[in-house]
């Protein structure tokens, strides 16, 4: 058998090939028709989109995309024409969540605000959403869900409706994933009407799909000072972003907050278990061994005249400062897809140990709660 997959999706490489399983790695953007019209399988990411166009006429009976997201991939051809796909739900949620605490962080620290006094929105309360949500919530924050598909389904306890968190909340951050139309749309979600109906100086995160958030409407809400800040990993049109856009928002990144290592091996492993399953490859319970780690996996605060929000700040950035990814896409916007295919290593709060001095009980109980070792 043949499989064609991604060549920047990590740990791939050597897995199926010991099977006798022959392997085509290829920039995601670079796989076409001619590409796949002998494959019996795909390993793809988000820069493959998967559609007629892609796989008339060929062998392919299996895709799996190493991301959550799977709007890249048209589900209706593929149930009709008999090929099967697979997503990686929750891969990367501990990444986002890693990312989002970096982000409030920084907020907190450029806005000066407490996170005690601040009520924090979530649109999208799934693998992603509700890890950012615990973790707000450790944080101290007032955090308000939305969630209309688990709404219905698990009754409205514990959801609000949107109107209600774009009223009331100081930052609403999307976690949806793209649906154009329905029920429960998503494309376009923060439109005009969104914005008429914001509370003064409110703050907008997206890091879920570009194109819930209208570009053009962004930059008006700005113009009109509707919100006080944004901050986005994911773009509309990427990657050819607004550079107009970019000048506007506080922080901006080029689409990774699930690209801890952690998050991609996860990626990897549930796509190699989901194409070993359907070809009976006995991969079943694959996951990587050599996942690297940062030279530096200790961190020592002195927790001595700092206040619970700045210990725990701290310990958060020390993993991983938003701040790093926003200035280098200042620099080069234009190299947007180069950043994303060659971003450096990250891990998760688990990799961790904190050392603490001074430390107050609540401090090590949320740590603990976050991840960290201590």
């Keep these: 058998m043949k499989i064609i997959a991604d060549n920047k999706i990590p740990f791939l490489k050597g897995v199926f090939e010991p099977l006798g399983v022959e392997m085509e790695y290829c920039p995601g953007n670079e796989i076409n028709a001619a590409t796949v019209k002998d494959a019996d399988a795909l390993i793809i990411r988000t820069r493959t989109r998967c559609n007629e166009d892609l796989l008339k006429g060929s062998k392919v009976k299996f895709i799996a995309t190493a991301t959550i997201g799977f709007d890249h991939i048209d589900t209706h051809y593929c149930d009709k024409n008999g090929i099967v796909w697979k997503n990686a739900p929750g891969c990367n949620s501990g990444s986002v969540m890693q990312y989002m605490a970096s982000v409030l962080t920084r907020l907190a620290m450029q806005q000066n605000f407490s996170f005690k006094t601040s009520t924090l929105g979530v649109v999208g309360v799934g693998n992603v959403g509700s890890k950012v949500a615990a973790m707000a919530s450790l944080l101290g924050m007032n955090v308000l869900l939305n969630d209309p598909p688990r709404a219905r389904a698990e009754g409205e306890t514990g959801f609000v409706p949107l109107d209600e968190i774009i009223r009331k909340a100081d930052i609403i951050t999307f976690h949806v994933p793209l649906n154009r139309g329905g029920t429960d749309n998503t494309f376009h979600l923060f439109d005009d009407e969104f914005v008429k109906k914001l509370k003064a100086g409110t703050t907008i995160i997206n890091a879920s799909r570009g194109e819930v958030v209208s570009n053009n409407v962004l930059i008006s809400a700005f113009k009109q000072k509707r919100i006080k800040a944004a901050v986005l990993d ?103 897809e180069h950043q994303r295919n060659n971003y450096p290593l990250r891990r998760e709060f688990n990799t961790f140990r904190v050392k603490l001095h001074n430390a107050a009980a609540e401090s090590v109980d949320i740590l603990k709660r976050l991840g960290f070792k201590i």
């Design 234 to 336: 994911v773009w509309e049109n990427e990657p050819d972003i607004d550079t107009g856009l970019l000048s506007l928002v506080s922080i901006a990144t080029p689409h990774i907050a699930g690209y801890s290592m952690d998050g991609k091996a996860n990626g990897t492993a549930m796509a190699v278990r989901a194409v070993s399953n359907f070809f009976n490859l006995g991969l079943a319970n694959w996951y990587p061994n050599n996942i690297p780690v940062p030279e530096k996996t200790e961190i020592e605060i002195n927790c001595s005249g700092l206040s619970l929000q700045q210990v725990i700040g701290k310990a958060i950035i020390s993993t991983y400062d938003v701040l790093n990814d926003n200035n280098r896409l200042r620099r080069s916007a234009h190299t947007f």
